[in-house]
DNA sequence: CTGTATCCACTGCGATACTG
DNA sequence: CAGTATCGCAGTGGATACAG
């Protein structure tokens, strides 16, 4: 099995790809890359539990993914931001979303038809 | 939610990378798209079980995705082959395949190192 | 050869409650 | 505010047996 395949089941997790939209492309999917603070994320991935968003900001920080500064404010403040690497993927990841953006019509139509 | 993740959860399927994979670069992973019986898929993704692999298969097929050639020979032979549509994502999905070869170390260090 | 059907273990994930 | 801990369900996926 080829090596890569270990490394594209972390991408692949189900909350990832939003979550370094997010961080990617900020609140409106649109713009430029900015750090984002925990509740931030939270209330924007409104689908996403508290548990999911929490267990996947630590597997991309393990990875070196994003990046976790905690400012001891009070109350504390916590932001996420994405690491040079975490940009790269990002990169790469927004041609697969285009694709699936300019074939989505495509697929339910066939989807529909069958 | 961007309507697109709908799309990206279909194609972030466990196995749907590894399949595309096949039918797209041959049995080796380096070579050109060619199609490929049942039983060749199977022996190639020796890590998938029957189940999953038909089951992908048919998402896959369902989604323009994969045609499914059935040749009456005795015993029936099978074909399944990348559409012009599974040929572009397939082509998208080397972008990300070749990010997870190229950084793969550094992420690997990077959990090792947390 | 190419599937389909059934059973079962595991875990991803959500809901809820609690802590620093 | 930003988590952690625990419980429980539902879906994923493997093993096995069966069928066209």
Redesign the interface.
């Given at each position: 099995?080829?090596?890569?395949?270990?490394?594209?089941?972390?991408?692949?997790?189900?909350w990832v790809?939003?979550i370094m939209?997010a961080l990617g492309s900020g609140p409106d999917?649109a713009g430029d890359p900015r750090p984002m603070r925990y509740s931030e994320l939270a209330r924007l991935?409104?689908?996403v539990s508290q548990k999911m968003l929490t267990q996947t900001l630590r597997a991309l920080?393990?990875?070196?993914?994003i990046s976790r500064t905690v400012t001891p404010t009070v109350p504390v403040t916590v932001t996420y931001e994405l690491t040079e690497?975490g940009l790269?993927?990002h990169e790469?990841?927004r041609?697969?979303?285009r694709?699936?953006?300019t074939?989505?019509d495509?697929?339910f139509a066939?989807?529909a038809g069958?």
């Amino acid at each position: 099995m080829c090596p890569s395949h270990q490394l594209l089941a972390r991408i692949s997790g189900k909350w990832v790809a939003l979550i370094m939209s997010a961080l990617g492309s900020g609140p409106d999917c649109a713009g430029d890359p900015r750090p984002m603070r925990y509740s931030e994320l939270a209330r924007l991935l409104a689908g996403v539990s508290q548990k999911m968003l929490t267990q996947t900001l630590r597997a991309l920080e393990q990875d070196g993914l994003i990046s976790r500064t905690v400012t001891p404010t009070v109350p504390v403040t916590v932001t996420y931001e994405l690491t040079e690497l975490g940009l790269s993927l990002h990169e790469t990841m927004r041609g697969l979303k285009r694709w699936a953006e300019t074939h989505m019509d495509e697929v339910f139509a066939h989807r529909a038809g069958s």
